[in-house]
């Protein structure tokens, strides 16, 4: 591609004659600092994510449980039949 320019660029010029790229970093890109703040905001995530997560289990645990009574209720309330006490019983009196 540069070799079709008559006068090239001084992009082919670096490309050709070995591109060295120069990165000057203002500052040093890891701190002792940084690594504890890093560290002391994923501890906060974290803790709210398991906070979170306990109180769904939890309540999912209890919604289950409820359901599962009632519909243990529903089943002894189906098999529930009425006493027949016979003819000869008076209701409502206690009689020993």
Request: aromatic residues 10%; glycine residues 6%; charged residues 20%.
């Amino acid at each position: 591609v540069c070799s079709g320019f008559a006068h090239p660029p001084k992009e082919c010029d670096e490309l050709l004659n070995g591109y060295s790229s120069v990165v000057q970093w203002s500052t040093p890109s890891l701190t002792f600092r940084r690594l504890l703040t890093t560290i002391f905001v994923m501890g906060l995530v974290l803790s709210a994510v398991f906070f979170l997560y306990r109180r769904h289990v939890t309540s999912s645990v209890r919604r289950v449980l409820r359901e599962e009574v009632m519909l243990e209720v529903q089943t002894q309330m189906a098999d529930y039949t009425a006493m027949d006490d016979g003819p000869g019983h008076k209701r409502g009196t206690l009689s020993f």
